[in-house]
Each structure stands twice: as structure tokens, then as C-alpha cells.
């Protein structure tokens, strides 16, 4: 072979190679995760970027319904939130709910005890009710599909709640909630959440009798012996009690407002507690534990413009929110 043509072959060679590699540097990538997202859980995963089948304790028939995640999520929201609300608001939730199934999932493989990853009874997970489902609530789960909310590559514990009171609360203080670090819920003014909600629930008073406080005090496993007044021992920076003094009993203010009955003690955001006679009277602001999303709060922000990853984004700091399945 001559040199020109030798020359010839050498650079249609390299011709070739140089067309290869580009069309490789080139090539549509792989769908995988988004950097810094957090994994589908293995349980549940069907492969990249894939919507997971959800199996679902229903509670009414006590049985298990598989159904696309997804449609799960839909009547989660639907439960949880006005279905009437602000497109935004109901968008909030939804990426709410669908990262607190994915965290608990994750964490503890759903609900492990019922041959499910997830169940309608509340004590065990979310709210779910498909009739209250209308196309607002279809459209918020639509426009967030497969959107979740993550702290350093984990699911965030995506806790939620009626009205703040004015002031979110940590997780310590409203849920006395230490099992793990949760850097990313602080004590957030609010005054949103206290203009928005109904009267009734921006202040409330509950009375209760002393039999009924040493009831609740019993199945806490204390004893707390004949008392003349309730004192608040101990608040958190959001202003919420954190221990109560009730004779010789100490407890935990969150623990107490369950023991209580969590719709008839409304928070522990308390103002004042007097005793007369046999009644026992509290007064506070607020609805529900105060940490993570107040509800009227995501409401009254939607109403103002706030788009729902913002709305959460105030609630929730040093978070991302990532789409993990199309």
C-alpha cells in the first residue's frame, strides 16, 4: 500500500472512531434518580423511575387492596385536607403524603403487622377516603407526581397538622419526638395559620373533671394522687407546654394531650389551665401537635400566591423536593 493511501485508511479510521465516541458522549443517559434523591424502598420498587404498587390495609373491610401509589395518595389528601382548597395547598399535602409513606415504608417496611405498606386506620397511618376525591384534588396529585421531600438523600418525616397557633413547633417539643435528628423542622412564626383557620380554632377552651384527668393519668402509668391545680413545669421556644406538674405526677405535655384525647385537648400551645372545684379548665391556641405543615397555614399562603413547594419549603428547612418516578 502506498503512503497516500495508507494515510488515507489511517484517517478514515480515525474518522470512524471519532463518530463513535461522539455518538456515545451523545446518547440520552439512563433514568436513574436525581442526584441527592433519596431510593425508591426496595419493598416496593418495580425499577427506575417507575411507580410502585401500594398493597393497603383497608380498615372498614379489614382487608388488603393493591393499588398504583398514586391513586393511594389521592385519597390520602382527599382525607387529610379540604378538598375544596386551593390547587397549591392540596399540592403541598400530596407531596407531604407521598413522602411520608415513602419514609415510613422505608423505615419501617409500611405496616408490617397487617401484610401491608400502608393502612387507612389513622392510628396506624394516614387518613385515606376515596369519596371525598373530586378532579382539585385529582389535579394537585397529578401535578406532583412521584415529588417528595428529602434532607441529605433521606425522606424527611413529613409530619402535618391542622393550625399552629402562630408558631410551628420542633419535634421535641410538639410530639416529644427524639428518636432521630430532625434538623430540618424548626419553631417557624406563623401568624398565617391563626388568620386563616375558623374562630373556633384559633382559640379553644376544654373543661375537664379531676376523674377524668386521673383516668388519663393512669393509663400513662401514673399515679398522681389528690391535686388542687395543674402547673406548666417546663415550655419549649414556641411557647408550648413541654411538662405539666399534676400532684405528684410529672408528665409529658404531648403525651398528656393524647391521653386527653387529642380533638378535645386541641394543642399544648396553653394559655392558662385553672381548677374549680371538680372542673379543670384550659385555654390555648392552636390545633393538633405543631410540627412540620400547619394545613390553614399552607391554605392561607396558597391564597396569597405561595406555590406548594414553597409552602413547604417554609415549614421545612434545608430541604429539596425531588420527582423519583414519572
Known amino acids: ?52 404498587t401500594l398493597k393497603v390495609y383497608i380498615k372498614d373491610t379489614k382487608q388488603v387492596k393493591t393499588m398504583p401509589f398514586e391513586e393511594y395518595i389521592t385519597g390520602v389528601v382527599a382525607a387529610e385536607m379540604d378538598p375544596k382548597w386551593p390547587l397549591e395547598a392540596l399540592a403541598a399535602q400530596a407531596i407531604l403524603a407521598r413522602t411520608f409513606t415513602l419514609e415510613k415504608i422505608a423505615r419501617e417496611g409500611g405496616v408490617p403487622n397487617r401484610n401491608a405498606h400502608a393502612s387507612t386506620d389513622t392510628e396506624e397511618f394516614q387518613a385515606y377516603d376515596a369519596s371525598r376525591i373530586n378532579s382539585n384534588v385529582r389535579e394537585a396529585v397529578r401535578v406532583t407526581r412521584g415529588k417528595v421531600a428529602a434532607y441529605n438523600g433521606n425522606y424527611i418525616l413529613a409530619w402535618f397538622h391542622a393550625n399552629s397557633g402562630g408558631k410551628t413547633a420542633t419535634a421535641a417539643e410538639g410530639l416529644s419526638f427524639e428518636k432521630v435528628p430532625t434538623p430540618y423542622i424548626v419553631s417557624v412564626d406563623d401568624p398565617i395559620s391563626l388568620e386563616a383557620a375558623p374562630a373556633k380554632d384559633r382559640a379553644w377552651t376544654a373543661t375537664f373533671s379531676k376523674a377524668e384527668v386521673t383516668q388519663a393519668l393512669q393509663k400513662m402509668g401514673q399515679k398522681p394522687g389528690k391535686f388542687t391545680d395543674i402547673k406548666i413545669v417546663e415550655k419549649g421556644n414556641s411557647g408550648r407546654a413541654l411538662k405539666l406538674g399534676i400532684g405528684n405526677a410529672t408528665v409529658s405535655a404531648p403525651e398528656f394531650r393524647l391521653a386527653m384525647g387529642s380533638t378535645k385537648l386541641k394543642s399544648t400551645l396553653i394559655d392558662s389551665i385553672t381548677v374549680s372545684g371538680n372542673n379543670i379548665t384550659f385555654k390555648g391556641k392552636g390545633y393538633g401537635h405543631g410540627v412540620g405543615m400547619s394545613q390553614w397555614g399552607a391554605k392561607g399562603r396558597s391564597e396569597q400566591g405561595a406555590k406548594a413547594e414553597d409552602i413547604i419549603k417554609t415549614y421545612f428547612r434545608g430541604i429539596n423536593i425531588y420527582k423519583i418516578w414519572d
Open 1 to 52: 500500500m502506498s503512503r497516500r493511501n495508507h494515510l488515507r485508511v489511517s484517517i478514515a479510521i480515525l474518522m470512524t472512531l471519532l463518530l463513535l465516541v461522539s455518538c456515545r458522549a451523545f446518547r440520552r443517559p439512563e433514568q436513574g434518580p436525581a442526584s441527592g434523591a433519596p431510593a425508591i424502598p426496595k419493598a416496593i420498587a418495580k425499577g427506575a423511575r417507575q411507580e410502585p
